[in-house]
């Protein structure tokens, strides 16, 4: 069982930037592709980015392309989301998630989740 824990979330206002982090529990990091999914209040949950587990190829959503930036630290098993620019409509709970192997980065499957970190943007 791969416990991922989410960190860096706040408040902060439109423009600005945060950087979310997700430690995970698991010494084969290396091997998980790792994602970045956001949940608004009355939304269902969609996905942000993912970065794959071997080669780092990364993916992101249209509407965070340019302005938000998927890493990972697999010496610190450790998966980051760079956020700048932030908007209003940014504003959720933002979840990690790891999957020993997807089938696509977007729809995964995922098989481990965090408990999720809030980001509230203000305008």
């Known amino acids: 069982q791969v416990q991922l824990v989410e960190s860096g979330g706040g408040l902060v206002q439109a423009g600005g930037s945060l950087r979310l982090s997700c430690a995970a529990s698991?010494?084969?990091?290396?091997?998980?592709?790792m994602g970045w999914f956001r949940q608004a209040p009355g939304k269902e949950r969609e996905f942000v980015a993912a970065?794959?587990?071997?080669?780092?190829?990364?993916y992101y959503e249209d509407s965070v392309k340019g302005r938000f930036t998927i890493s990972r630290d697999n010496a610190r098993n450790t998966v980051y989301l760079e956020m700048n620019s932030l908007k209003p409509e940014d504003t959720a709970v933002y979840y990690c998630?790891?999957?020993?192997?997807?089938?696509?980065?977007?729809?995964?499957?995922?098989?481990?989740w965090g408990q999720g970190t809030q980001v509230t943007v203000s305008s």
């Open positions: 970065i794959s587990r071997s080669s780092g190829i990364t």
């Open positions: 998630a790891a999957t020993r192997g997807w089938t696509n980065p977007r729809n995964g499957p995922y098989d481990y």
């Open positions: 698991e010494p084969t990091f290396s091997r998980l592709g």
